[in-house]
């Protein structure tokens, strides 16, 4: 089991920034991804940023160039720094771990951005 807890949400003005941080506890060994998505009111759950053990990093196409995906193995956290924020950015954003035959999901943290 992973547990995941998210941090860092909030209410920011468009062209502001955030950081959003996730703590995993648990089983953290078996863990070889880890993610960012959110979930806009009335639409599907998306990726937003992931980052696998090797490093590597992928985006969603709508926040690159915005957003940066890091992790710190030491302290077992993982963030997100959103950067240049659109209200379009407006969602719950969820943390996810990947031990490539389970998922596990944080409760989520809400970022709203205002126009």
């Known amino acids: 089991q992973v547990q995941l807890v998210e941090s860092g949400g909030g209410l920011v003005q468009a062209g502001g920034s955030l950081k959003l941080s996730c703590a995993a506890s648990?089983?953290?060994?078996?863990?070889?991804?880890m993610s960012w998505h959110r979930q806009a009111p009335g639409k599907q759950r998306e990726l937003v940023a992931s980052i696998f053990n090797s490093g590597a990093t992928n985006f969603a196409d709508s926040v690159k160039g915005r957003f940066t995906i890091s992790r710190d193995n030491a302290k077992n956290m993982v963030y997100l720094q959103m950067n240049s924020l659109k209200p379009e950015d407006t969602a719950v954003y969820y943390c996810r771990a990947s031990t490539g035959s389970r998922g596990y999901w944080g409760q989520g943290t809400q970022v709203t951005v205002s126009s």
């Open positions: 648990g089983s953290i060994f078996s863990v070889i991804n």
